[in-house]
């Protein structure tokens, strides 16, 4: 399978969790805060390079890859994640400029849950949720200890490691993960444009 093929994958297991995260917000009614970014806000946020490749593909599409690598080199791997856009002097408010593309891990903060030490679910959510819509948290939180359907993060990375584990399993700052999505793209599509072999996968 190469790159492109496993964008298309990733993209159909986009569409699977969506669906089931749509669901659970529909009966939860429990989202973000309008207009937070603060978990955008963070350069620290880790993800892996497959999620990134339909963000990867649509850019270089619309003839902007050149110009996001140039960006990213600009504002460096320390940054927060190009695609966010802030609206506020300390970042914490702004919202995401490319959302249909948006990775794995944006997808599930806030609307998914993990298993605990006990081996309990847990909604993974943040401060801000937790303070600002404490009456619904606390009624989401019992629902998911009483067995109420919720997306697990697991299952979800489970997903992308079936279309390729070693893309799926290292994890980067989301930058770099973008960074380094752009590179195998480009390098992808100049052995594919100029009729070269297929170029073996460099993760």
Do not use: W
Not at 66 to 74: D, Q, V, W
Not at 173 to 186: D, G, M, T
């Amino acid at each position: 399978m190469n790159i492109r093929q496993k964008s298309l994958e990733v993209r159909k297991v986009f569409a699977e969790v969506d669906a089931e995260i749509k669901t659970f917000l529909d009966d939860s009614q429990l989202s973000c805060v309008s207009g937070c970014g603060a978990c955008c806000a963070n350069p620290n946020v880790h993800a892996s390079v497959l999620e990134f490749l339909p963000l990867a593909f649509d850019l270089y599409e619309k003839g902007k890859a050149e110009k996001a690598l140039e960006l990213l080199e600009n504002v460096g791997d320390g940054a927060n994640c190009i695609i966010y856009k802030s609206l506020s002097a300390d970042s914490k408010s702004g919202f995401c400029s490319d959302y249909a593309n948006r990775g794995m891990i944006c997808r599930l903060f806030g609307s998914a849950a993990r298993r605990n030490k006990e081996g309990k679910k847990e909604l993974i959510t943040c401060k801000i949720i937790k303070e600002q819509k404490s009456e619904q948290y606390q009624k989401t939180a019992q629902a998911i200890k009483d067995g109420a359907a919720v997306p697990s993060s697991g299952d979800a990375y489970s997903l992308l490691y079936n279309i390729d584990f070693n893309l799926t399993q290292e994890q980067f700052p989301i930058n770099i993960a973008i960074r380094k999505a752009l590179e195998s793209v480009l390098n992808y599509m100049f052995y594919m444009e100029n009729d070269m072999t297929d170029p073996v996968d460099s993760f």
